[in-house]
């Protein structure tokens, strides 16, 4: 088995993609608890690094696209290093193939996976991506690759909350929920009238139930037009890392769309009890779905936006608003 001991990951910068990078950068040090590893991205880098806290063996650099040759220093780091390309639907550009196959030739491994674009015989590693499979069973392979049996099969997130952010906010451990209705996409966000009824939906069946309705700074017009509709509800905009993760990991229910942040969702609904619905989910959502022995403890919602459709919570379907069918679990 050739353990790697200098890895880089090329990430494009989405956080979802992150924590799952997160998982695997786990699976590595595990099997070598003196890896180094390196995820190197173009954008959003402050706000990932509050993630690292309980990761000291990763580190994050921020590199431009536009810029790819201040990654060339690294070339003299290590006399052998491991640079993974992350999988894709669609083409990997030809300049992070060429500068991943420079950065690995002194005695490295560049991992690929098979996509539309030319060149990917320079992977010493070549791969293939299934999408109908869980995320996670993908970056399993990855490990795989180098001979090494993956010592967790379900991605988790060891993130050190910070938990003050609840009594500034006057909310009580599991006695909100929390919606998340921003999507980089506006088509796939929820309409403000889509927050308010499932709020409402759930203030039927929970009266004593808080409604926080979180979000980054592209969603403050959103926001305070929900705020101004509804004041009621309480606004977490624009939070660090830590912040956010504690007021989501202490929600009785979590629904957002899919995106990054609904991946924390999804991580902290299992082995406690916060319970998600994420709409329009994808597999990395669905592989922090998984909890401990395997139960789905993410209710996943296909199709249609802006908050009406089917709910899947394991093999029960829920048809309706979404607020209305978590809150059966609640």
């Known amino acids: ?84 390309i992350n999988p894709t639907v669609g083409r ?8 991943g196959w420079f950065l690995s030739r002194r005695g490295g ?21 299934d999408i109908h499979k869980p995320y996670h069973e993908t970056l399993i392979d990855i490990v795989r690759a ?28 599991h006695r909100y929920v929390v919606i998340h209705p921003g999507a980089l ?12 009824a499932m709020a409402e939906a759930i203030r039927v069946k929970k009266p004593d139930m808080d409604i926080v ?3 980054g700074p592209g969603d403050k017009k959103l926001l305070e037009e929900i705020k101004t509709r509804d004041p009621r509800v309480i606004l977490a905009m624009a939070l660090p890392a830590l912040q956010i993760s504690a007021i989501i990991k202490e929600a009785r229910l979590y629904i957002g769309v899919d995106t990054g942040i609904s991946h924390l969702g999804g991580a902290f609904g299992y082995g406690g009890q916060l319970a998600a619905v994420v709409c329009d989910a994808n597999n990395s959502a669905i592989s922090f779905a998984r909890g401990k022995d395997g139960s789905a403890r993410l209710i996943i919602s296909a199709g249609v936006p802006h908050g009406r459709q089917a709910v899947w919570a ?13 809150s059966d679990i609640m």
């Open 92 to 99: 990997i550009p030809l300049r992070a193939k060429l500068l």
């Open 109 to 129: 491994t560049l991992v690929g996976f098979k996509d539309k674009g030319p060149l990917c015989g320079l992977y010493s590693k070549l791969l293939f991506y």
């Open 314 to 326: 394991g093999t029960r379907r829920c048809d309706g608003w979404s607020a209305s069918c978590g």
């Open 185 to 196: 996409a506006p088509e796939r966000s929820f309409s403000p009238d889509a927050v308010l």
């Open 1 to 84: 088995m050739n353990t790697p001991r200098d890895i880089i990951f090329f990430h494009s910068g989405s956080v979802g993609d992150f924590l799952m990078y997160l998982f695997l950068a786990e699976l590595f040090y595990r099997a070598n608890p003196v890896v180094r590893i390196s995820i190197v991205m173009p954008r959003n880098t402050s706000f990932l690094r509050g993630f690292l806290g309980s990761y000291p063996y990763v580190s994050i650099l921020e590199i431009s696209k536009w810029k790819p040759w201040r990654l060339l220093p690294l070339f003299f780091r290590s006399k052998s290093i491991t640079v993974i």
């Open 213 to 215: 309705v979180s979000g």
């Open 146 to 173: 180098f001979g090494i049996e993956p010592p967790l099969f379900t991605p988790r997130l060891a993130i050190q909350s910070d938990s003050d952010e609840l009594a500034e906010r006057g909310l009580k451990p």
